[in-house]
């Protein structure tokens, strides 16, 4: 065993559409001794975040259900795959979400977010519509400053353009980076 666990967070709205596809064909050229796990965020709903927190000690107390399937899930991996299709300009809804619930979770007695979240690597994979590169910028830019604000490694984005279910299978190009993305060793 190699010891790398990725978490793959698929965040589009819909089942069966290209940034799942384009992470599933880049997942696929991982060695096989590397644990992968898949967890769909529309499965997992989270309630809207609130920021607590400046209403003292234990504003934000240890999560149940969904909120601590996803906490274990990421602090279990040794990468974190956002797999979220480009929604104005920037990650989904979902995705932002679970970013939202990192500032509680730096908060949650005893789970020492931030130093377990050091030194993990993140990844992105996305799908778009834009023929303009300037304007995904916002996308890779949340997710790497994110990243580096709990000093995770960031590792790039995979990047395709795609509108219909399925339209990214057809893009050689886009599949043959997809097999490129995730170095076999570090
Ligand atoms: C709510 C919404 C917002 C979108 N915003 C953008 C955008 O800002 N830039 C872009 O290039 N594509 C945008 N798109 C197009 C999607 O990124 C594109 O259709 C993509 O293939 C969807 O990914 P999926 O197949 O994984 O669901 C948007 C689509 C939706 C539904």
Same mark, same amino acid.
């Given at each position: 065993m190699t010891?790398? +666990?990725f978490l793959f967070l698929l965040a589009s709205t819909r089942h069966g559409g290209n940034t799942e596809a384009l992470a599933r064909h880049a997942a +696929? *050229? /991982?060695p096989s001794d590397v644990e992968q796990r898949w967890l *769909? &965020? @529309?499965e997992l709903p /989270?309630?809207?975040f609130r920021d607590v927190r400046h209403e003292g000690e234990g504003a934000y107390p240890v999560p149940t259900g969904a909120e601590r399937l996803l906490l274990d899930g990421t602090l279990d991996a040794? @990468? &974190?795959?956002i797999a979220s299709p480009v929604y104005w300009y920037s990650v989904s809804a979902a995705a932002k979400l679970y970013l939202d619930y990192w500032a509680g979770w730096l908060r949650v007695p005893g789970v020492n977010f931030k130093a377990r979240m050091r030194g993990k690597s993140m990844w992105a994979v996305g799908a778009h519509t834009s023929a303009d590169a $300037? +304007?995904?910028e916002?996308? *890779?830019g949340t997710l790497r /400053? +994110? $990243?580096e604000y709990l000093g995770m490694r960031w590792r790039g984005a995979l990047l395709a353009y795609a509108n219909r279910p399925g339209q990214v299978l057809a893009d050689e190009d886009a599949l043959r980076r997809a097999a490129e993305f995730f170095p076999p060793n570090r």
């Open positions: 010891g790398r +666990s +696929s *050229r /991982l *769909r &965020l @529309d /989270l309630p809207l040794t @990468d &974190l795959v $300037a +304007s995904i916002p996308f *890779r /400053l +994110s $990243a």
